[in-house]
């Protein structure tokens, strides 16, 4: 049988015998209805059979589609989580999809009747403090531990400046003979570290002489003010001295706030307790102004003669 060799080309002629053709067309061989013929490879009379398409030919492999379909414009191709798809997880989906905000429907605005807004009741009995923000609480938990009533000592700002000023003219100023400034009579001066009080009127430059222009002074003649069991109290600008009385008081006096110390002050000496004396503290608190009698053990000394103390002075400064 002789065959055209343009029905096979690239092929010689003796090539071209039964055999070889049968076994070229055998994969033209099976297929089931429906099913259509396609090339699987570059290869020649490398044939395949598949289901669905014919016409213009078809797949019926998802892979070897053109043209798949996306989700925000991502390919569906292998398996794409939420998150590679832009999807909302899960998680955040609700279980059961919000229908209404208080009855109402599609883009809701809320106003205050449907968040309760001014609609609070106050109890007949008050407001309770749980019903107050935390913040008002904290406040009032800070008021229930302040200052309740005024103690009876307190001074005024007003009092106390009243006071100052009053004694702004026992403020003593530092001097040098010939005197650096005009002085006043009765006005007080440090002249080589002691105290004296202007006599005569004092020019700037004159010489400053003691009977003639000042006189030696000490704090004891400035300001007084007698306390409680005869403790007499004299101030001199920042500078205080008491001096102890005669009769026994626990605490032997209070001093008032302008009259406190920087610090506590402690003088230790002796009581006579009727047959013998005592070693003693006398202290005056900082704090409270209390002026007390101690042992030496820090104990308060109760029912005994004061005399040792009596006419004793205790000078210190204020705050």
């Known amino acids: 049988m002789l065959w055209n060799t343009k029905w096979f080309p690239g092929t010689n002629l003796q090539d071209l015998n039964l055999d070889w053709i049968l076994k070229k067309i055998s994969a033209l061989r099976g297929g089931n209805t429906g099913q259509y013929l396609y090339k699987k490879s570059d290869k020649d009379f490398d ?13 019926s492999d998802y892979l070897d589609l053109d043209n798949k379909p996306s989700i925000n414009n991502v390919e569906l191709l292998g398996n794409k989580t939420a998150a590679e798809l832009g999807l909302a997880a899960a998680a955040d989906i609700p279980e059961v999809p919000v229908q209404s905000v208080n009855g109402k429907t599609g883009a809701v ?3 205050a009747t449907d968040v309760g807004a001014g609609t609070y009741t106050k109890p007949s009995g008050g407001i309770p403090k749980t019903d107050l923000t935390s913040a008002v609480q904290t406040s009032l938990d800070k008021a229930d531990s302040a200052l309740q009533a005024v103690p009876p000592t307190y001074r005024t700002a007003a009092a106390q400046d009243a006071i100052d000023a009053a004694q702004d003219s026992n403020l003593a100023t530092i001097e040098s003979s010939p005197a650096t400034a005009a002085h006043a009579v009765g006005e007080y001066i440090v002249l080589n570290g002691h105290l004296y009080k202007v006599t005569a009127a004092i020019a700037a430059g004159q010489t400053l002489t003691v009977g003639t222009n000042i006189a030696p002074t000490s704090v004891m003649e400035t300001t007084q003010e007698t306390l409680s069991n005869g403790v007499t109290l004299y101030r001199c600008g920042k500078v205080r001295t008491i001096t102890t009385g005669g009769a026994y008081a ?6 008032d706030e302008g009259d406190r110390p920087v610090a506590n002050v402690t003088v230790f000496g002796k009581v006579y307790n009727g047959s013998s004396y005592v070693e003693c503290v006398t202290n005056i608190n900082a704090t409270n102004g209390n002026v007390t009698v101690l042992d030496a053990f820090g104990s308060e000394i109760a029912g005994i003669q004061i005399s040792y103390l009596v006419g004793k002075t205790i000078t210190y400064l204020t705050k």
């Open 250 to 255: 626990r605490p032997l006096c209070t001093l």
């Open 47 to 59: 044939f395949g059979w598949k289901t669905g398409g014919g016409g213009g030919g078809g797949t």
């Open 109 to 111: 605005v809320l106003d």
